[in-house]
Nanobody, 120 residues
Framework: QVQLVESGGGLVQPGGSLRLSCAASGSIFSINLMGWYRQAPGKERELVAAIISGGRKNYADSVKGRFTISRDNTKNTVYLQMNSLKPEDTAVYSC??????????????WGQGTLVTVSS
């Protein structure tokens, strides 16, 4: 089975930086899209950033200019570099991917999430 494992969350001061990683493993033929969502208490999950296989990137307006999504196809890993962090960025960040498995079926897979806390 395909699974995603996130890492890199933690506590950081406002204005600081953090890099999240999401590694996909399992019977993977290709990955069409990988992205990051976040959810704060009392709020719905929202898309933060996504990158498709061709390299196109999308960002939420609230993070443009501060966050950068990138990928390493050889490692089936996506990264989210977060700079100039604000308290409003505090949330559980979850990795999401649309993966083509070895049986050629497309699967939507979610990671367990990693907590990012921005506070003084």
């Amino acid at each position: 089975q395909v699974q995603l494992v996130e890492s890199g969350g933690g506590l950081v001061q406002p204005g600081g930086s953090l890099r999240l990683s999401c590694a996909a493993s399992g019977s993977i033929f290709s990955i069409n899209l990988m992205g990051w969502y976040r959810q704060a208490p009392g709020k719905e999950r929202e898309l933060v950033a996504a990158i498709i296989s061709g390299g196109r990137k999308n960002y939420a307006d609230s993070v443009k200019g501060r966050f950068t999504i990138s990928r390493d196809n050889t490692k089936n890993t996506v990264y989210l570099q977060m700079n100039s962090l604000k308290p409003e960025d505090t949330a559980v960040y979850s990795c999401n991917a649309f993966v083509v498995a070895d049986n050629y079926r497309t699967l939507e897979v979610w990671g367990q999430g990693t907590l990012v806390t921005v506070s003084s």
